[in-house]
């Protein structure tokens, strides 16, 4: 938890407590990326949740890096356990289990340059962004957040708060709305 | 002490030896069990009263020739039983033993349990898709609407107790019941407890049996109806991973109860505290799975829905409100 040290000058030994804590972020990021492209590079749709959820539990270990382990929790609990489930659950009820060709004929031979220029000119930006930024130290906030959370949730965005579970509400009567519609 | 390489080795070994042990004489105490409730004796070849009849089967298991079927998605096919396992055995390391004894006292336990169980979803949700197979992927379906049914009515019952002791904690939440069995969560009378935590503990109960697909919930591989559901595809080890990987969530689901609302390693009575309640404690629970298991027939899918929709998520909503409201008042 402590061994989130901020740009060290000399790469730690591997076999020392942070090398070790290095290899595990590098492993948490390689695990991002790896269900990332997984997500948007298989054809089977059950197969890209799958990597979603990997993409997910990656997310899940890099906010523990932050020093935030009940967002990391609830990354675990919400989008792993309950998303990534949902949507996969959505798929094998509505498609059948056949690899998706859809949208594959109409492809020029513009498309993929073009993808790459925007995302390499997103990747650039975001990169200078990051480089050139006055990074903020905000000092930590212990171990367990979860009081400071729950502390601003119901005082400093207490309105917001209150905003979204309206907006959940909305969207539970909705779906109870269209789905007992048709039966009698 | 907390950073020692060696505490760390140890306590991987221990978890996993704790783990494998339960896992396969889990098994052999279900099958003894299921005997006796139904009059008969039950593995007895194998060793003094068939102890031995779990290293035979895990022979016969990895002996078997690694099936895998045609038209199956051989990836995630092979990664379902072991997604399977992973979350089970990781659910160990916040689980406090005793007072001294727990790999990690982690702030956030309570959470990380209940993140960590949802996981196992996926893998049966997985494994059954990879099969395609008919029965297979009903049975996935079913599993995982029955375990995001059941989750909510946990989830909210356990709020109850996180509010009742104020701690994410699973050790603080147990320290807060050290002292007899006056202490214990679930026949507390200080602060109303006496009033919504037995009926918290019976929703909670209920939810584990749910969450971990034992019957009369076991929807998810009802043979009359199914084959052996989501794991009719299976052979050998791979099979072998999802019946251990149910065990082990009924041992973690055993421990949560025994922490939450039965004290934990406390002693009844106020004498020598320690890992030996906490281990009675949990293998009395895990005798009333198998007991429930072989008293009670099968329910229907949408009784056991609407169980959870109907019944449990109302009454646990309310509950929680109570004890809110109790809390404010005390």
Request: proline share 4%.
């Amino acid at each position: 938890m402590q061994a989130l040290v901020c740009q060290p000058t000399v790469a730690p030994a591997l076999f020392s407590a942070e090398g070790m804590v290095g290899v595990i972020f590098l492993l948490t990021v390689a695990l991002v990326v790896a269900g990332a492209t997984i997500a948007v590079s298989a054809r089977r749709l059950v197969r890209a949740v799958a990597g979603l959820a990997v993409c997910f539990t990656g997310l899940a270990g890099v906010y523990y890096f932050l020093l935030s382990p009940f967002l990391a929790m609830m990354q675990l609990l919400i989008y792993v356990g309950a998303v990534a489930i949902l949507i996969a659950f959505g798929i094998m009820m509505v498609t059948p289990d056949e690899p998706q060709t859809v949208g594959m004929k109409r492809r020029t031979a513009l498309v993929g340059p073009l993808a790459f220029s925007v995302a390499a000119l997103i990747f650039a930006a975001l990169s200078v962004l990051g480089l050139k930024t006055e990074w903020q130290v905000f000092p930590r906030q212990g171990a367990s957040d979860i009081k400071a959370v729950g502390l601003s949730l119901l005082t400093t965005y207490g309105f917001v708060f209150e905003l979204i579970s309206i907006v959940l509400l909305m969207a539970i009567i909705g779906a109870l709305v269209l789905a007992r519609r048709g039966r009698n | 002490m907390e950073t020692s390489i060696w505490r760390a080795l140890l306590y991987l070994v221990g978890l996993l030896a704790f783990a494998g042990v339960n896992a396969a004489w889990l098994g052999w105490c279900e099958r003894k069990g299921a005997a006796r409730i139904q009059r008969r004796i039950g593995p007895c070849e194998a060793g003094f009263a068939g102890l031995l009849q779990p290293i035979a089967d895990g022979i016969k298991l990895m002996s078997k020739q690694l099936l895998v079927p045609q038209g199956v998605d051989g990836i995630i096919f092979r990664v379902a039983p072991i997604l399977m396992m992973i979350p089970a055995i990781t659910s160990m390391v916040a689980i406090p033993f005793s007072e001294n004894i727990g790999a990690r006292n982690l702030e956030l336990s309570v959470l990380l349990l209940f993140a960590l169980a949802s996981l196992g979803m996926i893998a049966i949700l997985l494994g059954g898709w990879a099969s395609g197979n008919k029965y297979a992927i009903i049975s996935a379906a079913r599993s995982v609407s029955q375990n995001l049914a059941y989750e909510i009515p946990m989830l909210l019952t356990v709020i109850t107790v996180v509010l009742m002791s104020g701690s994410l904690n699973l050790h603080d939440i147990a320290i807060s019941q050290q002292g007899g069995f006056w202490h214990w969560n679930i026949f507390r009378v200080e602060n109303g407890h006496f009033l919504t935590m037995w009926i918290s503990f019976i929703i909670f109960f209920i939810c584990s049996v749910a969450e971990t697909n034992r019957a009369p919930f076991d929807m998810a591989e009802a043979e009359s109806e199914l084959v052996a559901g989501f794991m009719t595809e299976y052979g050998s080890m791979g099979f072998g991973l999802f019946m251990m990987g149910e065990y082990l969530n009924i041992v973690v689901g055993a421990c949560l109860t025994a922490t939450l609302f039965l004290g934990g390693w406390d002693c009844p009575f106020g004498l020598t505290p320690g890992i030996w309640w906490f281990l009675l404690k949990i293998y009395v629970l895990i005798f009333t799975f198998i007991w429930i298991r072989w008293t009670y027939p099968r329910t229907q899918i949408y009784r056991l829905l609407n169980l959870s929709w109907k019944i449990l998520i109302p009454f646990s909503l309310a509950n929680l409100m109570v004890t809110a409201a109790l809390i404010k008042v005390f």
